[in-house]
């Protein structure tokens, strides 16, 4: 090995630099996602909503199923990822909401129909369907707060929030944003005569850690902490004036191929809950295409139509 003080990097000390990096995670995860049927992009790059500026994540898989067997029509599950090798374990601190169901809008959906008519008015598909029984999202605990650990300058160890998966979160939230808007952007109305067909996207945000796991929870007996291979943390922030919330999944890559599993099962269990009610989401859908054509004049765009009806009706609870 050369010396240290060498300006010319040796072979073994390549080998050790990029294997502390997330760049090797990234790529065995891209392998798993493939290996699942997912079509993945690497290193995609996005416009941020919030300051306009090129941003790039690591992982995007999407993953298309017909939502109605042998017709047209897609629901995909979407997975947007970031990779990191942390060094030292990432702690998550545990809390259980009063009501988990609560948090069951963190479900984040994006096409047609993200609201169904029901009784007169617009409901919010999640509602419709009760994702609160269909997605682990919905399901306690959740944390709200992680950290992990550095040196200080008397040698003691230092809890605090690591850069780079503040960084990692911040990304996620806002690559989901940017794909939401994506996907409808795409979306066309039908034309007349044309039918219109299910277009459904569910997102899930998620942190690969190639690094330790623990979850923290205070007891009367002190701080437990425990091992494990999945957290969900809430993100919660405040965006154009609104609080807003965005829940991401966090697992150690060894868990990723369990997690895409349960990631099928979410997806396969919607599909059967949008069969049974095909009839609705049908009346559904051609009501959202009327309503788009009855407002051509007051330039109500499309996408405002799919995500509630127009300005006059809105999705409610």
């Not at 897609?74 to 948090?103: K, W």
């Not at 868990?255 to 269990?269: H, M, N, S």
């Not at 559904?284 to 009327?290: I, K």
């Amino acid at each position: 090995m050369k010396n240290r003080e060498s300006q010319e990097i040796s072979l073994d000390e390549m080998r050790e630099a990029i294997n502390r990096s997330g760049y090797l995670i990234e790529q065995r995860t891209k392998t798993v996602l493939e290996k699942q049927a997912y079509y993945v992009e690497t290193n995609r790059s996005y416009p941020d909503l919030e300051t306009g500026k090129s941003r790039e994540f690591d992982i995007f898989g999407t993953k298309l199923i017909r939502a109605f067997r042998g017709e047209p029509g897609a629901l995909a599950s979407i997975v947007i990822c970031e990779c990191v090798n942390n060094s030292q374990p990432a702690v998550f601190i545990g809390s259980d909401p009063p009501f988990t169901l609560m948090f069951h809008e963190q479900v984040k959906t994006s096409g047609i129909p993200v609201v169904v008519w029901d009784h007169g008015g617009y409901l919010s598909l999640v509602d419709f369907f009760r994702f609160e029984t269909l997605f682990h999202q919905c399901k306690s605990p959740l944390a709200k707060q992680y950290c992990s650990f550095s040196r200080n300058k008397d040698g003691g160890w230092l809890a605090k929030h690591p850069d780079e998966q503040h960084e990692s979160f911040a990304g996620l939230v806002a690559a989901v944003d940017s794909a939401i808007c994506e996907h409808y952007e795409n979306l066309e109305p039908p034309r007349p005569g044309e039918t219109v067909a299910v277009n459904l996207q569910i997102y899930y945000p998620l942190l690969v850690l190639g690094g330790d796991l623990y979850t923290a929870r205070q007891t009367r007996h002190g701080l437990n902490l425990r091992p494990t291979n999945h957290v969900q943390y809430l993100r919660q922030f405040w965006s154009g004036g609104h609080p807003k919330a965005c829940q991401i999944d966090v697992i150690q890559e060894s868990y990723l191929r369990a997690y895409l599993k349960l990631v099928d099962t979410e997806i396969q269990k919607l599909r059967r809950r949008l069969a049974r009610r095909r009839e609705v989401l049908t009346v559904s859908m051609d009501r959202l295409v009327a309503e788009y054509r009855g407002n051509s004049a007051k330039r109500v765009s499309w996408r405002e139509i799919l995500q509630g009806g127009g300005p006059q009706e809105r999705p409610h609870s």
